[in-house]
């Protein structure tokens, strides 16, 4: 009996102090995992099969029932508050939808009630109550991509908002769980249930290649222009960029189209077509990109040359982000070459904001060069030029620093040179020690070779004699394709490496050696980048590789093709993942912000003109003043004529002429019509000048 009383004496204080500690809870504001509760109030419990069949079948309403009740049974498949049928606000956009569905799962939670009821509630207590305390990044996720599908809801700005909805302390928030992306846009993972044991079956340096697109004609490369709106820039080498955005969904209409200007070759080998394209580092204000092709116009038939390689700028129109107006075309460069290949033509930014044009030899001997009458001295260079230049006469000015700049035997523009057949170069994302941002290209060692190079660009370097940063042998006659510096924020372990491949579909690794005590700079150790087969990782990269890309993150993208023929479809592009990658990374999560239209104040008041880098707007012939709004007439409107169009002038009545220079004799009938006309004039006169006056 003293047995059972001491029982019941020790189950009697457990009871005061879980009662205890549950009102304590309210004031602070925290809750430990046994003692979770539904939003009623009831214990969390394990489904049974009834319940679980009601979840699947429907807990939301508005026709996406279903959906909503796989997601909650999978956010939570043990312990849960569900089934429940209470809906909140409801909204057509997919990417909404998506974040709705999930926060309907927040009354299945097993912390439903301080999810829905805290502390806080009794000093707020309109607090809308179909909305759970969200965490801080789900709140303003909800919120950039929510705010204009559901106006009713948004009426602050993010930090307001997350302030008043989201975490204030300690307390669990919504997603209290270990979010699963579902296999799509959103989603850095591979959307595989076997994820775990794909990362005990891959061994340290395997990888996985997610086919993210095909159907590609012969793909060069991938860009992207750092908005923040995370879109992808493919290349085809026949003239034609195209826009994948976010969501993984390839806009049909194209983002440029010059397939007319560029000549491109169709057979193995020939490197002519479109080549290059960088986004400049201000391009969300000033809508500037850089495009280099190759082509044969009519003004340059005549000549030994093959074709020309052409650099140009573009502005993005003014009515959509998606595509450029190729009205607004400026020549920066043409480069006549004889040959088909070792061509180059890579552009790339630097961290300074300086444009690097990289050109092959194009295999050019003295002989040609002297035959083309020097038309070709910066073959086999790295050319560095500053576009950002308020001078309306030449669409770039040569930065100061060059190390030819005061040279009389070499262009200024020649920022390093001795190169052969350059692949890719990027450059690295993080600053060394010494300030300096690394630019890493893949090269030939020759020109008749096979033999492959890594070079680091420097400054004034000729690499006909300098040492290589890294020496490749022969891979089969395939030469290396360069690619990028990993700075991403999904694999922590190929943080760092220099990732590239060849052009028979071998991927390939550098990584700096933190033993190396070479003297020659040669502290890189190659390593050979494994793929997983197709059935733990998805699909498999299979084929040539064309090039390489990388992402607003950092994340580094594979073009490959089964075919070498320019006619085919077989262009495919591939993005790189670790499977051994964290789950959410809180680093990876950033908010896509929606392209933008150009608004700048240039590119809203220079209509007869274009727009530098810098906003200056510079006119076209026959127009002048400070936003090119003022017509000219050359000589000038005589009479009082008002000059209304380049050369082209509005005479009083009485006046006729180009320049109203000749005096008629009006007819009496025609007086009072003659009278308006005058009066028509002046006032277009004044109106001109106090135009000029505001300007």
């Known amino acids: 009996f003293l047995c059972h009383l001491q029982f019941v004496l020790v189950l009697a204080i457990a009871v005061n102090v879980w009662e205890c500690g549950d009102a304590k809870f309210g004031e602070r504001?925290?809750?430990?995992?046994?003692?979770?509760?539904?939003?009623?109030?009831?214990?969390?419990?394990?489904?049974?099969?009834?319940?679980?069949?009601?979840?699947?079948?429907?807990?939301?309403?508005?026709?996406?029932?279903?959906?909503?009740?796989?997601?909650?049974?999978?956010?939570?498949?043990?312990?849960?508050?569900?089934?429940?049928?209470?809906?909140?606000?409801?909204?057509?956009?997919?990417?909404?939808?998506?974040?709705?569905?999930?926060?309907?799962?927040?009354?299945?939670?097993?912390?439903?009630?301080?999810?829905?009821?805290?502390?806080?509630?009794?000093?707020?207590?309109?607090?809308?109550?179909?909305?759970?305390?969200?965490?801080?990044?789900?709140?303003?996720e909800f919120y950039y991509t929510c705010r204009g599908h559901i106006p009713e809801l948004f009426q602050a700005d993010v930090d307001e908002f997350c302030q008043y909805y989201g975490r204030r302390?300690?307390?669990?928030?919504?997603?209290?769980?270990?979010?699963?992306?579902?296999?799509?846009?959103?989603?850095?993972?591979?959307?595989?249930?076997?994820?775990?044991?794909?990362?005990?079956?891959?061994?340290?340096?395997c990888y996985c290649a997610q086919e993210v697109l095909s159907g590609l004609r012969q793909p060069v490369a991938v860009v992207h222009c750092g908005d923040g709106s995370q879109r992808l820039f493919i290349l085809e080498r026949e003239g034609i960029v195209r826009i994948l955005n976010h969501d993984?969904?390839?806009?049909?209409?194209?983002?440029?189209?010059?397939?007319?200007?560029?000549?491109?070759?169709?057979?193995?080998?020939?490197?002519?077509?479109?080549?290059?394209?960088?986004?400049?580092?201000?391009?969300?204000?000033?809508?500037?990109?850089?495009?280099?092709?190759?082509?044969?116009?009519?003004?340059?038939?005549?000549?030994?040359?093959?074709?020309?390689?052409?650099?140009?700028?573009?502005?993005?129109?003014?009515?959509?982000?998606?595509?450029?107006?190729?009205?607004?075309?400026?020549?920066?460069?043409?480069?006549?070459?004889?040959?088909?290949?070792?061509?180059?033509?890579?552009?790339?930014?630097?961290?300074?904001?300086?444009?690097?044009?990289?050109?092959?030899?194009?295999?050019?001997?003295?002989?040609d060069m002297e035959e083309m009458d020097g038309l070709s001295d910066f073959t086999g260079s790295v050319l560095r030029v500053d576009v950002d230049t308020d001078c309306c006469t030449s669409p770039y000015f040569i930065p100061r620093n060059n190390p030819y700049f005061n040279s009389t035997n070499q262009p200024p523009e020649i920022f390093a040179h001795g190169l052969h057949d350059p692949g890719r170069c990027a450059v690295d994302r993080l600053q060394t020690d010494n300030g300096s941002f690394p630019i890493l290209c893949t090269d030939a060692s020759g020109k008749n070779t096979s033999a492959g190079r890594i070079l680091e660009i420097?400054?004034?370097?000729?690499?006909?004699?300098?040492?290589?940063?890294?020496?490749?042998?022969?891979?089969?006659?395939?030469?290396?394709?360069?690619?990028?510096?990993?700075?991403?924020?999904?694999?922590?372990?190929?943080?760092?490496?220099?990732?590239?491949?060849?052009?028979?579909?071998?991927?390939?690794?550098?990584?700096?050696?933190?033993?190396?005590?070479?003297?020659?700079?040669?502290?890189?150790?190659?390593?050979?980048?494994?793929?997983?087969?197709?059935?733990?990782?998805?699909s498999m990269l299979v084929g040539y590789i064309l090039g390489f890309g990388e992402d607003e993150l950092g994340e580094v993208y594979i073009l490959a093709s089964s075919k070498s023929m320019a006619q085919s479809h077989s262009g495919k592009l591939y993005k790189l993942v670790d499977p051994k990658r964290p789950r959410a990374p809180k680093e990876c999560q950033r908010q896509v912000?929606?392209?933008?239209?150009?608004?700048?104040?240039?590119?809203?008041?220079?209509?007869?003109?274009?727009?530098?880098?810098?906003g200056k707007c510079c006119c076209s012939p026959g127009w002048e003043g400070p936003l090119c709004r003022v017509a000219k007439c050359e000589p000038v409107c005589r009479n009082g004529g008002v000059c209304m169009e380049p050369n082209k002038c509005l005479c009083k009545s009485g006046y006729s002429g180009a320049q109203c220079e000749k005096s008629e004799r009006g007819m009496p009938n025609d007086q009072e019509k003659d009278g308006i006309l005058d009066h028509i004039i002046d006032m277009t006169s004044y109106l001109l000048d106090l135009t000029s006056y505001i300007v």
């Not at 909650?72 to 209470?86: D, E, G, K, Q």
């Not at 990417?95 to 999930?102: A, H, S, T, Y």
């Not at 929606?594 to 008041?605: N, Y």
């Open 29 to 140: 504001g925290d809750m430990s995992l046994r003692r979770r509760r539904c939003y009623d109030g009831s214990l969390p419990k394990r489904l049974k099969k009834r319940e679980r069949k009601v979840l699947l079948d429907g807990s939301g309403s508005g026709g996406s029932s279903s959906s909503s009740g796989e997601v909650c049974h999978r956010l939570y498949p043990r312990v849960s508050c569900c089934p429940t049928r209470r809906a909140i606000f409801s909204t057509n956009n997919t990417e909404c939808g998506r974040l709705l569905e999930e926060i309907k799962c927040a009354r299945c939670s097993p912390n439903a009630q301080v999810l829905f009821h805290s502390s806080d509630t009794d000093k707020m207590p309109h607090r809308e109550p179909d909305l759970p305390r969200l965490c801080q990044d789900f709140c303003r």
């Open 169 to 205: 302390d300690a307390s669990p928030c919504f997603p209290d769980f270990q979010r699963r992306h579902p296999h799509g846009p959103d989603s850095n993972y591979l959307g595989d249930e076997k994820i775990d044991e794909i990362s005990r079956k891959h061994k340290h340096n």
């Open 248 to 367: 993984l969904e390839l806009i049909k209409e194209p983002f440029l189209d010059i397939h007319k200007l560029v000549q491109s070759g169709l057979k193995v080998g020939d490197e002519r077509g479109l080549l290059s394209l960088a986004f400049h580092p201000n391009y969300k204000k000033n809508g500037k990109l850089y495009v280099s092709y190759t082509t044969n116009q009519e003004r340059w038939a005549i000549g030994p040359h093959d074709h020309i390689l052409r650099v140009v700028e573009y502005t993005v129109s003014r009515k959509t982000p998606n595509q450029v107006d190729t009205r607004t075309v400026r020549v920066l460069m043409e480069v006549a070459e004889l040959h088909r290949k070792h061509l180059g033509g890579q552009l790339l930014f630097s961290p300074d904001g300086l444009l690097h044009i990289i050109l092959g030899d194009g295999m050019i001997t003295l002989d």
């Open 458 to 538: 420097s400054m004034g370097k000729d690499y006909e004699n300098e040492p290589s940063v890294y020496d490749l042998q022969s891979s089969g006659g395939a030469l290396p394709v360069g690619g990028f510096i990993y700075r991403g924020c999904q694999s922590r372990r190929l943080y760092g490496s220099y990732v590239f491949g060849d052009k028979n579909g071998n991927l390939r690794i550098l990584q700096k050696s933190t033993f190396s005590t070479s003297a020659n700079g040669e502290e890189w150790q190659e390593k050979p980048l494994c793929l997983g087969p197709a059935g733990s990782c998805g």
């Open 593 to 614: 912000e929606p392209p933008e239209l150009l608004m700048s104040a240039c590119s809203r008041h220079c209509k007869n003109g274009h727009c530098t880098p810098t």
